[in-house]
């Protein structure tokens, strides 16, 4: 293959598109004929900034983002997210409810998986109001202890806050592969009809790991979604914010009613203020992220993606619920909860994983291992891994099902 590159089913960071590689090279060098590389040049240079409004508008064309809503840049990842979206959203409450009294304080978690759980651990370690965990999934898991499921879609089983400072869930589990359907009819789509009534609902959303691969559910109900970018649209280094106007709040002025003072580089109000520039940016991340979304938009935006990584799902499930039936694999996700990005499933055999994993690595298939908290098979499928190097896995599968079987 070009550049002797093999294929990186890694959970990120991710493959990125080949001929966006080849195209960043050349900006590596020369960005846009200003004689300077996109990591020498000033992130306050007229080229920049424009280069930095386009990548807005290739968020907002492609998603659909209202003008009710802000797309900002940032550092730190979905991990520095866990922080902030507290933080802000608890300056927010105070500033709405100026009497109210931390214990008083309510911060909803939806927990589905590992992701979801750290965000409501950073919660709980901020202080500033009580994490409620509206449910655990595992509580619905067969052994009750594995996050295997998105929970059933029933009232008595999410016990959301009536008037919360946030609710925070993970659309795509990454380590379990567990993910919300985007189909607003599955069972195992975010329970949106079960929220408390709320003209502006507090209702964050973390999509680190499925951020454009289809289109987001229910976008401008959310009031805040954010996503590194090392997944499916970009290098490391690059956080993509996308927040409702009324959740930019003057978190100063919140500390007066007992906010906790908020970093001025967490605080959205800065980065709202500064057009994402209150501090030098990740030039380079932010760069090839445009050129990727650039790409994007060619192949035809959200709709070819979603059915791209539809096809390559499906072909994917299709082979492990093969091997699952013949005994060689073991599925362990629920059906309808399984992420599109992340297929999860075992080997319980550990002489054979380790034959599919060694033999992989010599056809070129990289990165199949699971989480090291969870072990298994972990395929990541993100926006770059094509339809043909999905079968190529596929072919590799069957004939490593067949060649268990003699
Ligand atoms: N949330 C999800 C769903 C993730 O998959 C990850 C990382 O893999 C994170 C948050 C943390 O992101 P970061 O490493 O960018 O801080």
Redesign the pocket.
Known sequence: SAHGRQVNFG??PAALPTSVLEEASKGILNFQGTGIGISEISHRSKEFVAYLENLKSLIREQLDVPESHAIMFTQ???????SAVAMNMLSRYRLLHPNAKAEDIKMDYVVT?R??E??AEEARRLGGGSVNVVVDSRKYSATGKLFDNIPPHEKSVYNFSPDPALICY??????DGVEFSHEPTSPAAFPFDLLPDAKLLPLVA?????FMCRTIPRLADHAIIF??A??NVGP?GL?ILIVRKDCIVDVDAAVKFGASPVPLTLSYKTLFDTNSLYNTPPVFSMYVTGLVLEHLKALGGMPYFEELNRKKFTAVYEVVKKGAQQGTFQLKVKEGSESWM?VVFDIPDEAAKKRFLDDAKKNGLLNLAGHRLVGGIRVSLYNAITLEQTLQLVDYCNKFLEDELK
């Open positions: 959970p990120g730190g990842g979905g991990s520095a997210q866990f998986g992701w979801s750290k965000a993970c659309e795509n589990e990454t380590v973390d999509y680190s790991s499925s996503a590194g090392q997944k490391a956080t992340n």
